[in-house]
């Protein structure tokens, strides 16, 4: 299998498959470039050994070519900066435009193309479609993980039109690397966090972990679906009433597999779903009706903090409480920081699924951990053991 170090890009057009799917605000300045400034370094190896790039990239869901909201004319001026190059913008993926500026591509420059979402073809994973954007380029790099879940035609499709000329860029070759090392290689003790809403969407997940695990740490919305499994009063709070049989089923199985499972002790409650609502804490089973959970309190980040600390490989995937609201983030605030200190000491910290890395960035600490993965659904997966079709289309001869 070629990959980008060994290969010679010299005098070729290289079309990559990148995750440019950025947050803007009303004025289209974007509000975070994690995911840009992941691929700079695929960029500029390219560049620097002679060749040209193509760059390709979805953004949202348009529903029509005239999303200009959706446009990624309006992020060229922040690539540019951040590659101190200027970039050239073409206002279609597969049109004469595209053609045209990619034939003409010299050394060292760089090319732009439409949001590839304004074709249906895209999602669809259509073969003509695919053909066309393969034509631009002489050599295909996928380093779009986030999006290597889903058999589109710019992650997968496209691949078979470059059998000997394909390979992944950096940012899936770290993803890939560092969840390997995570999953097979793990120090112990092994801790897991898991937090977010449901049960339902990290059932597989932890099921896979619980043989590797020491540790699994539940926060989040899921706690109370748990809590209620387990008899105890949740008032308001958000639960699953038709998973419970699954939170028993995850709770005896992490004792069969000698698996600690730690659940909040403590909830800070509010009246209602509002950083103006009025607030009590509570024993995590004892919240009265008309009340609901939207934080830890104070004795369960004690004891998580605790474990953390303590723990050589820690897997945080999803935050503890609602940390968008002030009011409710000093739990999700405590375990990132508890996850960097640790990590400075020489733990191995991944931090992966969107609202885990956007918490790490909100604290600026995604400098102070092991490792964040810019997949959300396509980390899950690769976790679950499921084979990711952008992956696959790489790898396979």
């Known amino acids: 299998m070629q990959n980008i170090d060994n290969y010679d890009f010299n005098n070729k057009r290289a079309i990559i498959r990148v995750?440019?799917?950025?947050?803007?605000?009303?004025?289209?300045?974007?509000?975070?470039?994690?995911?840009?400034?992941?691929?700079?370094?695929?960029?500029?190896?390219?560049?620097?050994?002679?060749?040209?790039?193509?760059?390709?990239?979805?953004?949202?869901?348009?529903?029509?070519?005239?999303?200009?909201?959706?446009?990624?004319?309006?992020?060229?001026?922040?690539?540019?900066?951040?590659?101190?190059?200027?970039?050239?913008?073409?206002?279609?993926?597969?049109g004469e435009q595209a053609v045209t500026k990619s034939k003409e591509l010299k050394k060292g420059e760089i090319l732009l193309l439409e949001n590839l979402r304004f074709y249906v073809e895209e999602e669809k994973g259509n073969i003509e479609f695919s053909k066309k954007l393969a034509n631009l380029a002489d050599v295909y790099v996928n380093d779009a993980f986030g999006t290597a879940h889903r058999a589109h035609a710019s992650t997968t499709i496209i691949a078979q039109f470059f059998p000997n000329d394909k390979m992944f860029g950096y940012v899936i070759e770290n993803e890939l690397n560092n969840i390997d090392n995570m999953l097979l290689k793990a120090k112990k003790p092994f801790t897991a966090i898991m937090g977010g809403a449901k049960v339902s969407s990290k059932i597989t997940i932890i099921k896979r972990l619980l043989p590797k695990i020491d540790n699994l740490i539940i926060g989040g919305g899921m706690t109370y679906t748990f809590i209620k499994?387990?008899?105890?009063?949740?008032?308001?709070?958000?639960?699953?009433?038709?998973?419970?049989?699954?939170?028993?089923?995850?709770?005896?199985?992490?004792?069969?597999?000698?698996?600690s499972l730690y659940l909040p002790i403590d909830s800070l409650n509010a009246d209602n779903f509002s950083n103006d609502a009025n607030t009590n804490q509570t024993d995590i089973d004892k919240i009265e009706n008309g009340w609901m959970g939207l934080d830890i309190g104070q004795k369960s980040i004690d004891k998580f903090t605790e474990i953390i600390k303590n723990s050589q490989t820690i897997l945080w995937n999803g935050p503890v409480g609602v940390f968008e609201m002030g009011k409710f983030e000093n739990g999700t605030k405590q375990m990132a920081i508890a996850i960097a200190e640790v990590t400075s000491t020489g733990s191995f910290s991944l931090i992966g699924g969107g609202d885990s890395v956007a918490a790490i960035n909100k604290y600026n600490l995604a400098e102070k951990v092991s490792y964040v993965s810019t997949g959300g659904g396509a980390l899950l997966e690769y976790m679950e053991g499921i084979e990711l079709p952008g992956i696959k289309a790489i790898r396979d001869k």
Do not use: Y
């Open 19 to 94: 995750d440019f799917n950025v947050p803007l605000d009303d004025n289209f300045s974007i509000t975070d470039d994690t995911r840009i400034r992941a691929t700079i370094p695929t960029i500029e190896k390219i560049i620097s050994g002679g060749g040209s790039v193509i760059l390709m990239s979805h953004r949202g869901r348009p529903k029509s070519k005239d999303d200009v909201k959706l446009s990624l004319k309006h992020i060229i001026k922040h690539i540019s900066k951040l590659l101190n190059k200027e970039i050239q913008f073409a206002d279609d993926c597969i």
């Open 229 to 259: 499994a387990k008899g105890g009063k949740i008032g308001s709070s958000m639960v699953e009433d038709d998973k419970l049989d699954m939170a028993v089923e995850i709770m005896k199985l992490a004792e069969e597999n000698n698996v």
